[in-house]
């Protein structure tokens, strides 16, 4: 196990990749903190499916854009697994809708930027006091980030696009103790995003104009996190991981 003892707080981790996240570090010794905003039913089923392969967890509800459920989550972290945070994987984030300039007004703009990338500002800021040298921090951009984004999207891609040039300036930052930031940038992954906000037929031209001819799998995703996490990646920080099947090169 790549994480025994450690604890991994991840956030968004009640679904789909974020689930996936949770689960991994679980099966990899950690004791997780999942958090999740709007849905019990599946922060209750996240922890069950940790609790089957034989891991520890705790759920906390909560908006990662507010501060004080942040404190909260914090709070619940130290309460459940004491006073340090080995692993931090900010996964929280969303699209929101598809929407052209024209379409958007500051309150959409602000929420945008809020949830994507204010978010992992708050959540970093309040848990690096409890991450010490050997610490990994991992960020979600996207692979919108480097290519501006599908239709309706490029909001959300120039949030993405934030979060990468502050994952290489947390690098610099942090790197003096001991403490690793890195992001990753899916693309295609076969879930619930693309299946809200991706038409069938876009996601099947995009699928075969991938070299590997597939989306990717949520799982795939998590195995990336979980090396990223652990000592066996100890000299990476600062980079923006491309996982798209080859559809993108950076």
Known sequence: MKLKGKTAVVTGGARDIGREVAIKLAKEGANVVVNYYLSQEDGDATLKLIEEVGGNAIIVQGDMTKQADIDTLVSESKKAFGEEVHVLVNVAGGLIARKTIEEMDVDFFDTMIDVNFKSVFLVTKAFK??????????????????????????????????????????????????????????????????????????????????????????????????????????????????????????
């Open 129 to 250: 006091p409890l991450m010490k040298s050997g610490a990994s921090i991992i960020n979600f951009a996207s692979q919108a980030g480097r290519d501006g984004g599908g239709p309706g999207a490029a909001l959300y891609a120039s949030a993405k696009g934030a979060v990468m040039t502050y994952t290489r300036g947390l690098a610099k930052e942090f790197g003096p103790q001991g403490i690793r930031v890195n992001a990753l940038c899916p693309g295609m992954i076969a879930t619930a995003f693309h299946d809200t906000f991706t038409k069938p037929e876009v996601r099947t031209n995009v699928a075969n104009g991938t070299p590997l001819r597939r989306e990717g799998k949520a799982s795939e995703v998590a195995d990336l996190v979980a090396y990223l996490a652990s000592d066996e990646s100890s000299f990476l920080t600062g980079n923006n991981i491309d996982i798209n099947g080859g559809l993108a090169f950076s």
